[in-house]
C-alpha cells in the first residue's frame, strides 16, 4: 500500500511538473510576443492579466512541487546515498535541476512582485532568467526519472505519459493553446472596440494633453496656482470625456460621495481605464487616487523624467470632477507619483471660501 501511495504521489509530482511549466511556456510565449518593446503591454488589460494569472499558477507549482523535492532530498540525506553525491541522474536534478533552478526562478519572482518598474526595463533580462529555471528543473527531472529512477521500465503508471518525449512535448501543446486563447481573446476585444470610441485613444490624448499645458502653465504660473486654480477648471471638459467613456454622471450625481468613488473604481476596469483604480480615504477631507496597470503608462514611457514632474495623473482629476459635481467644492491636488504602470495621486476637498 505504501509503495503504491508513493507511486501515486510521484505521478502526481509529474502531472504538477507538465501544467506548471505549461504555463511558465504560455508565459514565454507572451513575453517573446512583445520582445521588440515590453511597453506596448502596458495598457492591453488582456495580456496584463493572463500574464498575470499564469505567472502566480506557474510560480505556485514551482514552490509546491520545490517543497516536496525538499522532502524527497531529505529521504536521500537520512538514506546516505551515495548518488547525491557524485555524477548521477539524482545528483543533478537535485543540485542543477533543485537549487540552480529555484535561484533563478526565484530572481525572477523577486522582482515581478516586489520591484514591478524592473519587468518593463528588463523583462527581456528577468523573463529568460526565470524560464531557464523552469526548463532547467523540468528536464533534468525528465531525465532522472524515465532514465535513472525508471530506466528499467517497470514503473506501474496509471494517467501519465510512459516516455520523457510525450512528457517533454505536452507542455508545449498545453503552452500554444493557452497563448493562441490570449490571442483569440485580445482580438475579439479589439473587434468588439471597434463599435465605440476606442478608450486608450481618449486616454492617449487626454494625457498628452494634461501633460503639455501643465508643463506652460505651471512655468508661467508656478506650481501653486496650476494645482489651486488651473487644473480644477478643467471639470467641464473631463465630464464630456467621462460621459464619451462610459460614465453616466447624472447617475453619480445621485449617490453620496463614497459610493459614487466605488462606482468609478468600478467603472475604471469595467471600460478598461485601467486594471483597477484605487481609492483611499485618509480623512473625511483628503483621499488618494491609485492607478494599476494604467491605460495611459504606455504614453509615459516615450516621457523623461523631467516632464513628469510635478504632473498629475489624468484618473486623479478624473475623480475630482466627480467630487467636485457631487460636494460643490474645489479640491487641492498634490503632484502624482508616477511609476511604469500607474500612478498616485493625494486630492484634498477644500471649504468654500466666502
Known sequence: MAINLMMLWIELMILQAIVGYSFATANAFIGLYNIRDLNLMKGNFTVVRAHKRFGWTEIFLFYAITVQCIYMFSLHIVAKDPNLYQPSGIWTHAWIGGFISVLLVSTKFFFARWK????????????????????????????????VVNANGTFPFLFMPRTALWTGIIPFIIASALFLAVLYKMGSRKQGSKLRFETNQIAFVLHG?????????????????????????????????????????????????????????????EIGMAEKIKIKWESEKSFTVESVNCSTARVR?????????????????????????????????SPSEFNEIGAKTKLTILEKEE
Open 116 to 147: 514591478k518598474d524592473e519587468i518593463y526595463n528588463y523583462g527581456w533580462i528577468l523573463g529568460p532568467i526565470g524560464y531557464t529555471g523552469w526548463t532547467i528543473s523540468f528536464f533534468t527531472f525528465l531525465y532522472n526519472f524515465y532514465f
Open 209 to 269: 494633453i494634461t501633460f503639455g499645458y501643465e508643463k506652460f502653465a505651471k512655468e508661467l504660473i508656478g506650481m501653486p496656482a496650476l494645482y489651486r486654480y488651473v487644473i480644477p477648471r478643467t471639470y467641464e471638459f473631463i465630464e464630456r470625456m467621462m460621459t464619451m467613456s462610459g460614465f453616466s454622471i447624472k447617475e453619480l450625481e445621485r449617490m453620496s460621495l463614497a459610493d459614487a468613488m466605488d462606482k468609478f473604481m468600478k467603472m475604471a476596469s
Open 301 to 333: 514611457s516615450v516621457m523623461n523624467a523631467e516632464e513628469l514632474e510635478n504632473a498629475i495623473c489624468p484618473w486623479a482629476i478624473f475623480a475630482a470632477s466627480i467630487a467636485n459635481k457631487i460636494t460643490g467644492k474645489e479640491l487641492e491636488f
